[in-house]
């Protein structure tokens, strides 16, 4: 089954550019899309279909995917941004199409 | 305005049964799949599985595929997430959410608040 590989934990100073990489083999021809999830809420979806926002997503989040790893870019970090972010895939080969990633949480410093 | 309102919290023990649920309101039921996302303590995301409500066409994680039971009642517009016999192990936040699916993609674009279940004896 396919599989999205994340590093556990990104810090970033407040201000600054915050980077959280999501892997899976050729995932650039995948269409990916990331999830925000703040302590004791539902995540909540910022990107899809690799770089587009949903409606009320600031636009200091953005998406890129290419090769064998996809990004999210958050821009001039906010103390608001601390969350734990997870990458997903629909793998459509498979009769078991969702795939999460492990998750990275964001520390803002 | 799209809601998934999911049933309140459980507290159960080891062996009972257990059935929670989902309903949406703001759109067209039939139309979107729903899936259930466990999130054990401190963990992440694992999708359980999905399931079209037009015609119960159901899909389970490996993980999961016999040890849950999805289901969904288009009459009233919900979805449950069933355990026959529950394990300590069950214990985690459970949240359903409406997937936005084409032929090669689908992502989920609304949550429901999640339902806590505890397993203890």
């Known amino acids: 089954s396919y599989v999205l590989t994340q590093p556990p934990s990104v810090s970033v100073a407040p201000g600054k550019t915050a980077r959280i990489t999501c892997g899976g083999n050729n995932i650039g021809s995948k269409s990916v899309h990331w999830y925000q999830q703040k302590p004791g809420q539902a995540p909540v979806l910022v990107i899809y279909y690799d770089s587009d926002r949903p409606s009320g997503i600031p636009e200091r989040f953005s998406g890129s995917n290419s090769g064998n790893t996809a990004t999210l870019t958050i821009s001039r970090v906010e103390a608001g941004d601390e969350a734990d972010y997870y990458c997903q895939v629909w793998d459509s080969s498979s009769d078991h199409p969702v795939v999460f990633g492990g998750g990275t949480k964001l520390t803002v410093l | 305005e799209v809601q998934l309102v999911q049933s309140g919290a459980e507290v159960k023990k080891p062996g009972e049964s257990l059935k929670i649920s989902c309903k949406g309101s703001g759109y067209s039921f039939t139309s979107y799949w729903i899936g259930w996302v466990r999130q054990m303590p401190g963990k992440g995301l694992e999708w359980m599985g999905i399931?079209?409500?037009?015609?119960?066409?159901?899909r389970y994680s490996p993980s999961f595929q016999g040890q849950v039971t999805i289901s969904a009642d288009k009459s009233i517009s919900t979805a449950y997430l069933q355990w026959s016999s529950l394990k300590a192990s069950d214990t985690a936040m459970y949240y359903c959410a409406r997937l936005i699916s084409t032929s090669d993609s689908g992502e989920f674009d609304y949550w429901g608040q999640g339902t806590l279940v505890t397993v203890s004896s």
């Open positions: 399931i079209y409500p037009g015609d119960s066409d159901t």
